[in-house]
């Protein structure tokens, strides 16, 4: 059984195949989809190959279904999305926005696994250094 991934605001599933389906916009107002990578460590995408970002560049993540901004109240720089477990027990996944800046933070309870290469650039999380397979 596999972890399913929903929207915080619509509750819509994100999830296809091994995919999460993310609507983004870069600096320059342009638009598309990516496709993020559900099974592996760190951060694996695809993406249309003329929606280019800039190294540092804040990337605006949108669910795709209800259109709502998936910004983190806590941290400007972060996104945050809803994993549901096979025991469907759900975990706050965190995730940073700024392109080139890798960092994935699942919650669950009081309990935050960092991962990923500047996962120590967010440490309001008090996070631990542990490498979290994070969908």
Do not use: W
């Not at 910004?71 to 706050?92: F, Y």
Request: net charge negative; proline share 4%.
């Amino acid at each position: 059984m596999e972890n399913h991934c929903i929207c915080p605001h619509c509750r819509g599933h994100l999830r296809v195949g091994e995919y999460i389906v993310l609507k983004i916009r870069n600096s320059r107002r342009e638009k598309g989809l990516l496709l993020l990578h559900c099974e592996s460590e760190g951060y694996t995408s695809m993406k249309h190959p003329n929606l280019n970002f800039r190294e540092g560049e804040r990337i605006d993540y949108f669910c795709p279904l209800c259109m709502q901004s998936l910004d983190a109240a806590e941290d400007e720089n972060l996104v945050r999305v809803i994993m549901i477990d096979p025991q469907h027990t759900e975990h706050e996944i965190y995730f940073s926005r700024i392109a080139g800046k890798q960092g994935t933070y699942p919650l669950s309870g009081e309990e935050v696994n960092a991962t990923a290469e500047h996962s120590s650039r967010y440490t309001h999380f008090n996070m631990s250094d542990e490498l979290f397979q994070y969908l």
